[in-house]
């Protein structure tokens, strides 16, 4: 088998410059709503004290559970041995790059003193999981580019395996580190689960090959560069298998929950009463999310076309978001419960549902985060050679060839 | 490991001040628990400060202890409660099954195995050998996770511009802050402005003292007629207890 050439996009198009112009004006927009925040303080958010985290925070945390799974088809190429998967492995590595410096970048801009963050590089509490995530984000970001280099370096391909299971490895321990920002909230009925981890990990497999996807489709698409359809088949069912186990898992979480008495009342919550956040749950997460896409992706005729599987990978991204959106907003406007049993009031929201009204300064700041992570690729795939020129089935092999080839491999 | 050496370090430096203290001046020690400790020397794990609410006493309505702690610490009083700090509530609590009602002030707890500390990335967040909680104000980065963390919503984000803060009360905008138990005053002997308000009401609910010293009346008191921790499920022992929760 011939491996497809990597090649860099021309980037002189009509299309490529409004696409970056459009990007670029996400990412001013949000500094604008960064410094505006950092200028009048949270106030002009809709963040208070009883909703601490919001939007920003939604976005960073899809951005950065999502950069670990985007690295998905490197690990399978790299790790497992599948060589149909390895002319995207570059690409795969830049997008979980770029997702986590949008993500990051994002948390960074909504800190209360941003200006403060050589503190949060050089005083560790080395007992907060947060510390340690400054760590594992870093480490995870000079790995991915190794890594990268390696990959496109001719000479140093066969280092490659080796950095790419470095990667693999830490990836999964990035994405519990995630979770368990979570996780370790004893305090959030919401959260107070083991099950934060896995269920992180299960997300973080489908947001990111949802993305990949999408990108995929788009670059080749763009570009006019030629894509056969088996290693996308191949994809898009391994989509269809992540969500299933995201849909598993969110469906453990809130039974487990459910034998819990203490945790009735959050789960009525999320589950019934919640107004905006139930619809989210219901319809954005487990309809768009997840039964939308498994309809899409498992159809005899829809699985085959194009247009469907980058829909289903748009809604898993939609439904993410959602998801993210519950978990994180849902798990705060619950109130705290200081008193088991028993009514509550006071002149600090003490026993009531918080509502969260989010301003558009947080939504731009968020949002800006996507801009950053599409900069970022953008601009990769025009100054390196990170896309096949041409990944047909020639060069994509059927699965049955593939599985030969792994083995031969 | 370094918090615990800096610990010890400063219980010896403390044994040391307090055999000083024993040759120079024994009359300091008749001063009793609430005693000065001399300017520039660390806090003591000798001492745990803790406060006793005696919710039989604490009166409905009542919020003399607020007011008290928002005037000494110059917190709050924009008029936004959502985004407005608040360092002390008082929380109406009512069993709807005996129709049975109370009241209590809620504030940081100072909790000895305060999770707030654990989460914070850059240790601005911090307890003091004495067993007081807080915040450093100029390592705190704002990044919310303590508030995420602490179960009693005892800690506030300072959502905008902070007007002439007190001088013992750092505060600023972008930064998390709490109940410090009145530390200043603490450190210099007196007790923390919300216990002195609530005896000149003449309820008197509020008791400060030191837990670790078995001759004090709080200590005393918690022994005789117990004081829970809210949340005690949560095992992290919070100097603040209270009496009259569940009659
Ligand atoms: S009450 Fe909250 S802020 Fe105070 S020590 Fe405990 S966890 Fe920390
Ligand atoms: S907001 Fe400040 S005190 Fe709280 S965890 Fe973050 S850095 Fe620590």
């Given at each position: 088998?011939?491996?497809?050439?990597?090649?860099?996009?021309?980037?002189?198009?009509?299309?490529?410059?409004?696409?970056?112009?459009?990007?670029?004006?996400?990412?001013?927009?949000?500094?604008?709503?960064?410094?505006?925040?950092?200028?009048?303080?949270?106030?002009?958010?809709?963040?208070?004290?009883?909703?601490?985290?919001?939007?920003?925070?939604?976005?960073?945390?899809?951005?950065?559970?999502?950069?670990?799974?985007?690295?998905?088809?490197?690990?399978?190429?790299?790790?497992?041995?599948?060589?149909?998967?390895?002319?995207?492995?570059?690409?795969?590595?830049?997008?979980?790059?770029?997702?986590?410096?949008?993500?990051?970048?994002?948390?960074?801009?909504?800190?209360?003193?941003?200006?403060?963050?050589?503190?949060?590089?050089?005083?560790?509490?080395?007992?907060?999981?947060?510390?340690?995530?400054?760590?594992?984000?870093?480490?995870?970001?000079?790995?991915?580019?190794?890594?990268?280099?390696?990959?496109?370096?001719?000479?140093?391909?066969?280092?490659?395996?080796?950095?790419?299971?470095?990667?693999?490895?830490?990836?999964?321990?990035?994405?519990?580190?995630?979770?368990?920002?979570?996780?370790?909230?004893?305090?959030?009925?919401?959260?107070?689960?083991?099950?934060?981890?896995?269920?992180?990990?299960?997300?973080?497999?489908?947001?990111?090959?949802?993305?990949?996807?999408?990108?995929?489709?788009?670059?080749?698409?763009?570009?006019?560069?030629?894509?056969?359809?088996?290693?996308?088949?191949?994809?898009?069912?391994?989509?269809?298998?992540?969500?299933?186990?995201?849909?598993?898992?969110?469906?453990?979480?809130?039974?487990?929950?459910?034998?819990?008495?203490?945790?009735?009342?959050?789960?009525?919550?999320?589950?019934?009463?919640?107004?905006?956040?139930?619809?989210?749950?219901?319809?954005?997460?487990?309809?768009?999310?997840?039964?939308?896409?498994?309809?899409?992706?498992?159809?005899?005729?829809?699985?085959?076309?194009?247009?469907?599987?980058?829909?289903?990978?748009?809604?898993?991204?939609?439904?993410?978001?959602?998801?993210?959106?519950?978990?994180?907003?849902?798990?705060?406007?619950?109130?705290?419960?200081?008193?088991?049993?028993?009514?509550?009031?006071?002149?600090?929201?003490?026993?009531?549902?918080?509502?969260?009204?989010?301003?558009?300064?947080?939504?731009?700041?968020?949002?800006?985060?996507?801009?950053?992570?599409?900069?970022?690729?953008?601009?990769?795939?025009?100054?390196?050679?990170?896309?096949?020129?041409?990944?047909?089935?020639?060069?994509?092999?059927?699965?049955?060839?593939?599985?030969?080839?792994?083995?031969?491999? | 490991?370094?918090e615990?050496?800096?610990t010890?370090?400063?219980?010896?430096?403390?044994?040391?001040?307090?055999?000083?203290?024993?040759?120079?001046?024994?009359?300091?020690?008749?001063?009793?628990?609430?005693?000065?400790?001399?300017?520039?020397?660390?806090a003591?794990s000798?001492q745990r400060w803790g406060l006793?609410?005696?919710?039989?006493?604490?009166?409905?309505?009542?919020?003399?202890?607020?007011?008290?702690?928002?005037?000494?610490?110059?917190?709050?009083?924009?008029?936004?409660?959502?985004?407005?700090?608040?360092?002390?509530?008082?929380?109406?609590?009512?069993?709807?099954?005996?129709?049975?009602?109370?009241?209590?002030?809620?504030?940081c707890q100072h909790c000895a195995h305060p999770p707030c500390v654990d989460?914070?990335?850059?240790?601005?967040s911090m307890r003091r050998a004495d067993g007081i909680v807080l915040?450093?104000?100029?390592?705190?980065?704002?990044?919310?996770?303590?508030?995420?963390?602490c179960p009693y919503?005892?800690?506030?984000?300072?959502?905008?511009?902070?007007?002439?803060?007190?001088?013992?009360?750092?505060?600023?905008?972008?930064?998390?802050?709490?109940?410090?138990l009145?530390?200043?005053?603490?450190?210099?002997?007196?007790?923390?402005?919300?216990?002195?308000?609530?005896?000149?009401?003449?309820?008197?609910?509020?008791?400060?003292?030191d837990l670790a010293?078995?001759?004090?009346?709080?200590?005393?008191?918690v022994?005789?007629?117990?004081g829970?921790a809210l949340r005690a499920?949560l095992g992290l022992d919070p100097g603040v207890r209270?009496?009259?929760?569940?009659?």
């Open positions: 088998m011939k491996e497809p050439r990597l090649q860099a996009i021309e980037g002189r198009s009509g299309g490529f410059y409004a696409l970056a112009a459009l990007l670029g004006a996400l990412v001013a927009a949000g500094l604008w709503a960064a410094w505006q925040m950092e200028h009048h303080g949270h106030a002009i958010t809709g963040m208070t004290n009883q909703i601490v985290w919001g939007l920003p925070h939604v976005f960073a945390v899809f951005l950065i559970v999502t950069a670990s799974g985007a690295l998905n088809v490197a690990s399978v190429a790299s790790v497992f041995g599948r060589k149909a998967y390895k002319p995207l492995a570059p690409l795969s590595a830049v997008l979980a790059i770029a997702c986590l410096v949008g993500g990051l970048a994002v948390l960074v801009l909504d800190l209360g003193r941003p200006d403060r963050l050589v503190v949060a590089m050089t005083r560790y509490n080395f007992r907060s999981i947060f510390a340690w995530n400054i760590y594992l984000y870093t480490g995870f970001l000079a790995i991915a580019a190794v890594y990268l280099w390696l990959m496109l370096e001719r000479r140093m391909n066969r280092y490659s395996r080796v950095a790419g299971t470095v990667a693999f490895l830490w990836r999964l321990i990035l994405t519990t580190g995630t979770g368990s920002i979570f996780g370790f909230l004893v305090a959030r009925q919401a959260y107070d689960a083991a099950i934060m981890a896995p269920l992180f990990i299960a997300m973080s497999l489908a947001f990111g090959t949802a993305l990949f996807l999408l990108v995929l489709i788009g670059a080749f698409r763009a570009t006019g560069r030629p894509l056969g359809d088996h290693l996308l088949h191949r994809l898009k069912n391994l989509l269809g298998v992540f969500v299933a186990v995201v849909l598993y898992f969110t469906a453990v979480q809130h039974l487990t929950n459910l034998y819990a008495a203490e945790h009735h009342g959050v789960e009525r919550y999320i589950l019934v009463e919640g107004g905006a956040v139930t619809a989210l749950f219901w319809v954005g997460q487990v309809l768009v999310g997840g039964l939308v896409p498994l309809g899409l992706v498992y159809h005899p005729t829809l699985g085959r076309q194009r247009g469907a599987i980058a829909l289903a990978g748009l809604a898993v991204l939609l439904g993410g978001l959602a998801q993210i959106y519950v978990i994180i907003i849902g798990g705060q406007s619950y109130p705290l419960i200081l008193f088991p049993g028993m009514e509550v009031s006071s002149s600090f929201f003490d026993g009531v549902i918080h509502t969260y009204r989010p301003t558009g300064v947080e939504l731009l700041l968020g949002l800006s985060g996507l801009g950053i992570t599409g900069l970022i690729t953008l601009l990769a795939l025009r100054v390196l050679a990170i896309l096949p020129a041409a990944l047909g089935d020639e060069q994509a092999p059927a699965p049955a060839a593939g599985a030969t080839e792994a083995v031969r491999a | 490991m370094a615990q050496a800096a010890r370090r400063d219980f010896l430096r403390a044994g040391g001040a307090l055999a000083a203290g024993v040759l120079l001046a024994p009359g300091v020690f008749l001063l009793g628990p609430a005693a000065a400790r001399p300017a520039g020397e660390p003591s000798r006793l609410v005696d919710t039989r006493r604490c009166a409905d309505g009542c919020d003399a202890c607020v007011s008290a702690c928002r005037e000494e610490n110059g917190w709050g009083g924009r008029g936004r409660p959502e985004t407005d700090p608040q360092w002390i509530r008082k929380v109406r609590v009512r069993d709807p099954r005996s129709g049975r009602s109370f009241s209590l002030p809620v504030m989460v914070c990335p850059t240790g601005a915040v450093d104000r100029h390592r705190c980065i704002g990044c919310r996770y303590c508030m995420m963390a919503k005892a800690r506030s984000l300072e959502h905008e511009a902070v007007e002439d803060p007190r001088p013992w009360a750092p505060r600023g905008k972008g930064t998390v802050e709490s109940c410090t009145c530390v200043h005053r603490v450190d210099a002997g007196r007790e923390p402005a919300c216990v002195e308000a609530c005896r000149r009401t003449g309820n008197a609910a509020l008791v400060f003292g010293d078995p001759a004090s009346e709080i200590a005393r008191s022994r005789e007629l117990g829970e499920d209270y009496l009259g929760l569940n009659v």
